[in-house]
């Protein structure tokens, strides 16, 4: 995993994906503060998520955008989908994202889809199973694309070249 950090120039993509209302019971009667949950990405690779926490609204959204383009990272993208499948989990949630033809759009729900959109992957397939809590599926999500590889890197963890791990070497 690459890290890139994203000028507000560079952003293309930004996405509240989920708003909560938490309520502390105190003494005086209860106290409302806000967590916001932020995708921003280029649409060309590059995608970050974060998410804040403040007592108004507008405030937990800007610290969720801040933390959002400081945690971004690079997703490999191959013609439009991604490279490989991959299963990923974090708590109960557990997503399952897998590659797609040229035509067939972005299949997944609303939580995967926003840091799909704000990646750039135009063709993909994905799956949410388990709990799908905002939080929790966001954050399986870039579990799964934090793992994705590409031929090319694998060859170079191996030691290897591209064309050795790809069967095209002459014979």
Same mark, same amino acid.
């Given at each position: 995993?690459? *890290?890139?950090?994203?000028?507000?120039?560079?952003?293309?993509?930004?996405?509240?994906?989920?708003?909560?209302?938490?309520?502390?019971?105190?003494? +005086?009667?209860?106290?409302?503060?806000?967590?916001?949950?932020?995708?921003?990405?280029?649409?060309?690779?590059?995608?970050?998520?974060?998410?804040?926490?403040?007592?108004?609204?507008?405030?937990?959204?800007?610290?969720?955008? +801040? *933390?959002?383009? *400081?945690?971004?990272?690079?997703?490999?993208?191959?013609?439009?989908?991604?490279?490989?499948?991959?299963?990923?989990?974090?708590?109960?949630?557990?997503?399952?994202?897998?590659?797609?033809?040229?035509?067939?759009?972005?299949?997944?729900?609303?939580?995967?889809?926003?840091?799909?959109?704000?990646?750039?992957?135009?063709?993909?397939?994905?799956?949410?199973?388990?709990?799908?809590?905002?939080?929790?599926?966001?954050?399986?999500?870039?579990?799964?694309?934090?793992?994705?590889?590409?031929?090319?890197?694998?060859?170079?963890?191996?030691?290897?070249?591209?064309?050795?791990?790809?069967?095209?070497?002459?014979?």
């Amino acid at each position: 995993m690459s *890290k890139v950090i994203l000028s507000s120039d560079e952003v293309t993509f930004e996405k509240i994906v989920d708003t909560n209302r938490v309520a502390k019971v105190v003494k +005086g009667g209860r106290n409302f503060s806000f967590n916001a949950i932020v995708v921003v990405g280029n649409q060309n690779g590059i995608v970050g998520v974060g998410s804040g926490k403040a007592n108004e609204i507008t405030e937990a959204i800007s610290k969720a955008r +801040g *933390k959002a383009m *400081k945690n971004t990272f690079q997703v490999p993208i191959v013609r439009g989908t991604i490279p490989h499948e991959v299963f990923a989990k974090y708590g109960a949630s557990k997503i399952l994202v897998k590659p797609a033809s040229e035509g067939t759009g972005l299949i997944a729900g609303g939580t995967a889809r926003a840091l799909f959109e704000a990646a750039g992957i135009k063709n993909i397939l994905a799956k949410s199973m388990g709990s799908n809590t905002p939080c929790n599926l966001v954050k399986a999500t870039v579990i799964a694309l934090t793992e994705l590889r590409t031929l090319s890197q694998v060859a170079k963890l191996r030691g290897k070249t591209f064309n050795e791990l790809s069967g095209t070497e002459a014979k």
